[in-house]
């Protein structure tokens, strides 16, 4: 059984199976914070990998891009994948368009040269209702070759629109 609010503002009990197609729910019922919607991408690279020598940040051609229903609701980012540098310098982060807004959110990576994951977390604010589009970069910090998203392993980016 579902509930539903009747006019008399009561709450009465409807079988769930009378509830068909797509169901709206008003916005002004949701709270602050709630999940409106979330766009996933993920790769594998086929197996490979991309390299840089750049000690600035280029891009991963890795994104995702999400239309906010709001110009004051905020993208939560959330990105996970593999990271390697024989310099143990290699950092990722998160570009808005030509933007960097994680500001080398990234990770360090300290393992002496090997594969390593990282995760990186970003609460944006686009103020904006047009689609807006996220991508990957990466960098390596200096002396050596960075590599992003190889190995055959799954990197993931998704985007989640919350409410404000």
Do not use: H
């Not at 239309?67 to 994948?81: C, Q, R, V």
């Not at 047009?130 to 998203?149: K, R, V």
Request: a neutral charge; glycine letters at 10%; one cysteine or more.
């Amino acid at each position: 059984m579902a509930l539903t609010q009747v006019a008399s503002g009561l709450i009465a009990s409807v079988a769930a199976s009378t509830l068909t197609g797509t169901q709206t729910i008003p916005k002004g019922t949701l709270p602050t914070g709630s999940v409106l919607q979330v766009v996933t991408a993920t790769t594998n690279n086929g197996g490979s990998y991309i390299s840089t020598t750049s000690t600035s940040f280029v891009t991963t051609n890795f994104s995702v891009t999400i239309t906010p229903s709001s110009a004051s609701n905020k993208i939560y980012l959330i990105s996970s994948g593999i990271i390697n540098s024989s310099s143990n310098n290699a950092r990722v982060t998160i570009y808005r368009g030509a933007t960097n807004i994680g500001s080398s959110v990234g990770m360090s990576q300290t393992n002496l040269g090997g594969w390593a994951p990282y995760c990186v977390n970003y609460l944006d604010s686009p103020a904006t209702t047009s689609a807006t589009t996220y991508t990957m970069y990466y960098l390596n910090g200096g002396g050596a070759t960075a590599y992003w998203g190889g190995d055959g392993q799954l990197t993931s980016f998704t985007a989640l629109e919350i409410s404000a």
